[in-house]
């Protein structure tokens, strides 16, 4: 029995793995972009559509600025999945305890179980994802200048005109524990993101009474993610922020709810890019259970062969 769940386990580990890869290197770009126009720091902190900050960040930077942080991406996501679908799976079968299926609440648990460790080891990957998209290189004063030729120039990592480290050692080093867990309350939130997105999933998978087949998966998939977007979109706007090293609330032209037009202009404001987030996240989400149903299959085949 602990055999067939450490089997199951590692792969649907694999599984979640490769899809997650394989969306990231499709819509990387996008991610990339749309994180910017979320976030909205300097020197991209005006209102704009995401294809036209898209071409502007190619003009003024070149198209490598839009892969920036790529390996920290794959590698957070293949792990972050990887250990999410194995953890899930583990938590589900305990759950079973011998029956075939599992309540969608039972459901609903496992899912947040399994996202509340993968959160608490990859948050650091993702702290540092998300200041490389956003960093840029500003000269400091006292660095090379005409009346000193000779002295090298000095320049540090920014983002919104604040110093930011962009690598793990730097991070643990200088901002310790807080810096590991930069929006660990605002990511703890969004558990809920998976776990709407899953139950939908696998209730739309139960529906079917067989395998998906990737082109239903893919579908399936966007459609999922959708609810999922839709429900956690201003804890993932706060959690950018403070994962950049900005402040938590973008500047939305009120310092305190005072009338009901000022709620408006801060909900407004965490909701700002939604749009943008809701298509890449539903091809990121297509892509990835695509994927994920075909290595299902794969391991359905040689576990047949198996026995």
Do not use: C
């Given at each position: 029995q602990r055999s067939q769940v450490a089997q199951a386990a590692i792969g649907e580990a694999i599984a979640g793995a490769a899809g997650s890869i394989s969306s990231i290197l499709a819509l990387y770009p996008l991610d990339t972009t749309r994180t910017i126009l979320q976030v909205r720091a300097p020197p991209y902190d005006k209102p704009t559509t995401i294809l036209k900050l898209l071409f502007e960040i190619i003009k003024?930077?070149?198209?490598?600025?839009?892969?920036?942080?790529?390996?920290?991406?794959?590698?957070?996501?293949?792990?972050?999945?990887?250990?999410?679908?194995?953890?899930?799976?583990?938590?589900?079968?305990?759950?079973?305890?011998?029956?075939?299926?599992?309540?969608?609440?039972?459901?609903?648990?496992?899912?947040?179980?399994?996202?509340?460790?993968?959160?608490?080891?990859?948050?650091?990957?993702?702290?540092?994802?998300?200041?490389?998209?956003?960093?840029?290189?500003?000269?400091?004063?006292?660095?090379?200048?005409?009346?000193?030729?000779?002295?090298?120039?000095?320049?540090?990592?920014?983002?919104?005109?604040?110093?930011?480290?962009?690598?793990?050692?730097?991070?643990?080093?200088?901002?310790?524990?807080?810096?590991?867990?930069?929006?660990?309350?605002?990511?703890?939130?969004?558990?809920?993101?998976?776990?709407?997105?899953?139950?939908?999933?696998?209730?739309?998978?139960?529906?079917?009474?067989r395998p998906p087949r990737p082109n239903e998966a893919f579908l399936m998939g966007a459609v999922s993610k959708f609810f999922a977007v839709l429900l956690t979109y201003p804890a993932h706007t706060v959690r950018l922020r403070m994962q950049s090293g900005l402040s938590s609330f973008p500047d939305m032209g009120a310092a305190h709810v005072g009338s009901i037009a000022d709620t408006i202009d801060i909900i407004r404001g965490l909701y700002a890019g939604v749009e943008n987030k809701m298509a890449t996240s539903m091809l990121h989400s297509a892509i990835m259970f695509y994927v994920v149903e075909l290595f299902r299959k794969i391991n359905r085949s040689v576990a047949k062969k198996a026995r």
């Open positions: 003024n930077e070149g198209w490598l600025r839009l892969y920036r942080g790529l390996p920290s991406a794959l590698f957070g996501s293949s792990l972050s999945w990887a250990l999410y679908f194995a953890w899930h799976e583990v938590f589900k079968r305990w759950m079973a305890r011998g029956r075939k299926k599992i309540t969608a609440a039972e459901e609903m648990l496992a899912a947040t179980l399994a996202g509340i460790l993968t959160t608490l080891v990859v948050n650091p990957i993702w702290v540092i994802n998300t200041r490389l998209k956003l960093a840029y290189r500003r000269r400091l004063a006292g660095g090379a200048s005409p009346a000193n030729k000779g002295a090298a120039e000095k320049e540090e990592v920014a983002v919104g005109g604040k110093r930011v480290n962009i690598n793990f050692m730097d991070l643990i080093r200088r901002e310790g524990l807080v810096g590991w867990m930069s929006g660990i309350v605002p990511s703890i939130v969004l558990l809920i993101n998976p776990g709407i997105q899953l139950a939908v999933y696998a209730r739309l998978r139960s529906l079917l009474r």
